[in-house]
């Protein structure tokens, strides 16, 4: 088993539709979660951390589920420039942080 | 959060030889990562290069394929030694910050190998 899993997509959605990605994790011991967002042919970019009460950044609301290890991206209203890879991103103490990434969703969102 | 650059930001090499990517910092950082994304693919950690000591390897990954150097806080090396065309990938330096270790990246280098 990964030890993030994702979607994978892709997800095809029409302008203003409200899109989820689910995400799951297998350690236990994993301490902090991040959403990063990377567009074709570009570095990932940490698009939101995750927090245990769920936290919201305008049209982004992202929540954490640390009894059932699940991580969920809620896309509101989408636009055409959120189309992108969205990766589920978890840090874990082995000693240090160790970051795991997820494969990624790719979303299309079309006009 | 700092400003990460990377040489060359792609480059066609010829099996069998060696290539070094360049990654500077615009701040001292007690860490910085070297990850690999091959096509389609996640991203995955090759090693973490530490300032003044030897660079930790993930599994999979050996000093003699990819050496690193880390002669400062704000500069690291990654060298693909020996290539061959599975190396193909996009090559990634990271750096940590914040409070929750939230890592930012480079622009990448991608590397084709023919």
């Known amino acids: 088993r990964k030890e993030v899993e994702q979607d994978p997509g892709p997800f095809n959605v029409p302008e203003g539709a409200t899109v989820a990605f689910n995400c799951t994790y297998s350690n236990s011991a994993s301490q902090s979660f991040f959403w990063y967002r990377q567009d074709c042919r570009k570095e ?10 769920g936290n919201e950044d305008g049209r982004f609301t992202a929540q954490l589920n640390r009894a059932s290890q699940y991580i969920s991206l809620l896309i509101r209203d989408s636009k055409l420039s959120d189309s992108a890879t969205y990766l589920c991103v978890v840090n874990m103490r082995t000693g240090g942080f160790k970051t795991i990434f997820g494969a990624g969703t790719r979303l299309f969102v079309k006009a | 959060s700092a400003v990460i650059s ?18 500077q910092v615009d701040s001292q950082v ?32 050996v000093i003699d394929k990819f050496p690193i150097s880390r002669p400062n806080l704000t500069f690291s090396t990654l060298t693909v030694s020996n290539m061959s065309p599975e190396d193909s990938s996009i090559y990634l330096c990271s750096v940590e910050e914040g409070l929750n270790n939230e890592q930012f990246f480079g622009p990448g280098t991608r590397l084709t190998v023919l």
């Open chain 2, 6 to 23: 990377q040489k060359p930001s792609r480059d066609i090499c010829q099996r069998g030889t060696s290539l070094t990517i360049q990654c």
């Open chain 1, 44 to 53: 990932p970019k940490l698009l939101m951390s995750v927090y245990s009460s």
């Open chain 2, 30 to 61: 007690t860490m910085m990562f070297w990850y690999r994304q091959q096509p389609g693919q996640s991203l995955t950690l090759i090693a973490t290069a530490n300032q003044g000591s030897e660079a930790t390897y993930e599994s999979g990954f």
